[in-house]
């Protein structure tokens, strides 16, 4: 995991954890504005059933869904956190540490695992349903319905926030053994 080292990088990392914690609680405001009974579907389809795009489509040629913007907004965040935290958090008891790491490990074996079935789902699915964006996943309660692209691009993210989670704590756990 990386460490910054001057007070200047610190600085930059600071500013991109802010940018994109901004970020993330602008999604956060949005998804919440516009409530659905999917989901996730309001960052990936708008209330008629297509695409949600940022910028709209007939502004530039180049946009992303909301739930992009939150996918690589998490995952920076993840990464900026961690990182300013690898020096500080040998401050913290070795034993919290430990379950830290143990707590990553399997948050990292939970959103693997989630990753390769959403995947897997998504590709079967693909068959039957040829717009990707509308593909949802109502099991096991289905009652309980989820938008496939919101449901893999959050556990990807959250695969990448245990990643680094569980190198920042099992770095700082080996650096005391040295």
Do not use: Q
């Not at 040998?90 to 034993?95: G, V, Y």
């Amino acid at each position: 995991m990386y460490t910054p080292k001057t007070n200047d990088e610190r600085k930059v990392i600071l500013a991109i954890l802010v940018i994109s914690g901004v970020i993330l609680l602008a999604i956060a405001l949005f998804y919440l504005l516009n409530p659905r009974n999917i989901v996730g579907d309001s960052l990936v389809n708008n209330a008629n059933g297509t695409p949600e795009e940022f910028p709209p489509t007939n502004l530039s040629p180049f946009y992303v869904k909301p739930v992009t913007i939150m996918y690589l907004a998490g995952v920076m965040f993840a990464f900026c956190f961690f990182a300013l935290i690898s020096d500080p958090i040998s401050k913290i008891s070795r034993r919290l540490r430990a379950i830290l790491l143990l707590v990553s490990l399997f948050g990292l074996a939970v959103s693997a695992y989630e990753t390769l079935f959403n995947f897997v789902l998504w590709g079967s699915l693909i068959v039957t349903h040829p717009n990707p964006d509308t593909i949802v996943n109502a099991y096991p309660v289905s009652s309980f319905r989820i938008n496939l692209v919101f449901a893999t691009k959050s556990f990807v993210a959250l695969l990448f926030v245990s990643y680094f989670g569980y190198a920042t704590f099992k770095r700082s756990l080996e650096a005391e053994m040295v």
